[in-house]
C-alpha cells in the first residue's frame, strides 16, 4: 500500500465519531425537496465540514430549490472523478421535531438517515482524505444537489455538465441492506395525464355527454397493456381522479403514470407508443394529452463492470466482500451513466427502510465504506 493511500486510510480510521457527529447534524436539519431553506442548510453543514481541511465550495444559486454546490481537491483541471449525492429528502418540514436523529449501539435512524445523509458523509469525508494522500493526478469533485428526490429537475443540467468528460462517477446514495452496491438500475418516468369531455345529466340527457372517466379507463387498460416483464418495462397508473357527480357525464379526468425500464434503448419507443395510445379518440367528444413530470435515465449493467471489480478488490483488501446488485429504484447515477461514462452506484454506507419511519443506517459501515470509497479513487490514480 502507498504511503498516500496508507495516510487517507488510516485518518478514516480514526474519524467514526466525527462522522457520527455531521451525520447527526445533517438528519437533525429538515431537508424537503421543497424546502429550499432546509436543503440549503443542509449545503451549509457541510461546507462547514469541508472548510474544516481548507476544501472551498462553489455554490450555484437555484430560484427555486436547493443552490447546486461543487467541492474539489486535485489539481483544477483534468478529467476527474465525479463524486454525487443529493441533499434533499421526501420528508416534510417539521419531521425532525417529532422524530429527530437517534441511535442505539449499531444503527443510526432518523429522516434521511440513509438516502442519503449518511452518503453525504462519506463524500465529505473522502475528499477530506484524499487531502491527506499528497498530490492526486485528477481532479476529485463532488457534486451535491438539492431536488433528487422529486426528479432532479434542476440538478440534471449541472449533473451532465459535471460528467461530460470524467473518468468515473461514484454515487454515494446507500449501500444496500445485503451490504452490496448497486451495478445497475432501471430508468423512469411519471406522465401526467388529463382527459376533458362534456358533461351532461346522466339521466335526462346522457346522449349528449362525453364521458371523460370512460375514455381514461380504456387508455389506462392499453397503457397497462405495455408492460413487458421480459424487458424490464413496467407501466402503472398509480393515481386517478375524474368527474363531478355521480350523476354527471364525467367532463374531466386525470391520471398518473409511472414507467420503468431497463434499457436507454428502449425509452424513445415506449414513449412514443405512450403518446399515441393519449392521442387516439376512443370516445368521441374527448380529447386529452399527456406531459412528463419527472424523468430518471436508467443506469445500464456494462457502464459500472470495471468500477465494481475495481471497488471489489479494494474492498476484499479492507476485510469486506460485496456484489453488484440491481434495483428497479432511480436515481442521478442514471444520468451519468446515460452519457456512457463508467458509473457505480450504492457506495454510501449501509442502510434500509428507506422513505419510512423506520430509516436505518449501519454505523459499523461509515468508515469502511467510505475507506472503500477513497481506495477505490486512488486506484484509478495508479491508472491513470
Known amino acids: 500500500m502507498s504511503l498516500a493511500k496508507t495516510a487517507a486510510l488510516e485518518w478514516l480510521a480514526t474519524q467514526r465519531e466525527p462522522m457520527t457527529l455531521l451525520l447527526q447534524r445533517l438528519v437533525d436539519t429538515d431537508s424537503n425537496s421543497y424546502d429550499k431553506a432546509g436543503v440549503d442548510a443542509v449545503g451549509t453543514v457541510l461546507a462547514a465540514a469541508l472548510a474544516e481541511d481548507g476544501i472551498e465550495v462553489a455554490r450555484t444559486p437555484v430560484a427555486d430549490f436547493g443552490d447546486v454546490l461543487v467541492a474539489q481537491v486535485g489539481p483544477a483541471t483534468g478529467a476527474a472523478v465525479l463524486l454525487l449525492g443529493h441533499r434533499d429528502t421526501v420528508f416534510p418540514p417539521g419531521t425532525v421535531a417529532s422524530r429527530g436523529f437517534t441511535r442505539d449501539a449499531s444503527q443510526a435512524y432518523g429522516p434521511g438517515v440513509a438516502d442519503m445523509k449518511g452518503g ?68 423512469g418516468a411519471t406522465l401526467a395525464i388529463s382527459v376533458s369531455g362534456r358533461a351532461a345529466h346522466a339521466g ?21 397493456a405495455l408492460t413487458d416483464y421480459a424487458r424490464g418495462i413496467t407501466t402503472n397508473v398509480g393515481l386517478i381522479e375524474g368527474g363531478t357527480s355521480s350523476n354527471t357525464v ?17 425509452w424513445p419507443a415506449l414513449q412514443a407508443r405512450i403518446e399515441a395510445i393519449i392521442a387516439e379518440v376512443e370516445v368521441p367528444g374527448t380529447t386529452a394529452r399527456v406531459e412528463p413530470t419527472c ?43 446515460s452519457l456512457g461514462v463508467p458509473t457505480l452506484c450504492g457506495l454510501g454506507p449501509v442502510g434500509g427502510k428507506v422513505h419510512t419511519d423506520a430509516e436505518f ?16 479513487i486512488l486506484a484509478l490514480a495508479v491508472k491513470a
Not at 250 to 266: C, G, K, N, Q, Y
Open 204 to 224: 335526462v340527457s346522457h346522449a349528449e355527454g362525453a364521458s371523460a372517466i370512460q375514455a381514461l379507463a380504456l387508455k389506462v387498460a392499453k397503457l397497462h
Open 250 to 266: 364525467a367532463p374531466s379526468a386525470t391520471a398518473r403514470l409511472d414507467v420503468r425500464f431497463v434499457a436507454l434503448a428502449d
Open 120 to 187: 453525504l458523509v462519506a463524500s465529505c469525508f473522502a475528499l477530506r482524505a484524499l487531502k491527506r494522500a499528497g498530490e492526486l493526478p485528477f481532479p476529485v469533485r463532488v457534486l451535491y444537489t438539492g431536488d433528487e428526490e422529486i426528479g432532479s429537475g434542476t440538478a440534471r443540467p449541472h449533473l451532465e455538465a459535471a460528467a461530460r468528460g470524467a473518468r468515473a462517477v461514484l454515487n454515494c446514495e446507500p449501500g444496500r441492506v445485503s451490504g452490496n452496491v448497486v451495478k445497475a438500475r432501471k430508468g
Open 361 to 376: 443506517l449501519v454505523l459499523d459501515t461509515l468508515v469502511p465504506r467510505t475507506q472503500a470509497l477513497v481506495a477505490t
Open 295 to 337: 424523468l430518471f435515465l436508467p443506469m445500464e449493467a456494462h457502464l459500472s463492470h470495471d468500477l465494481l471489480a475495481l471497488y471489489q478488490r479494494e474492498a476484499e483488501d479492507l476485510g469486506f466482500s460485496v456484489e453488484g446488485e440491481f434495483t428497479g429504484g432511480c436515481a442521478d447515477s442514471g444520468f451519468t451513466a
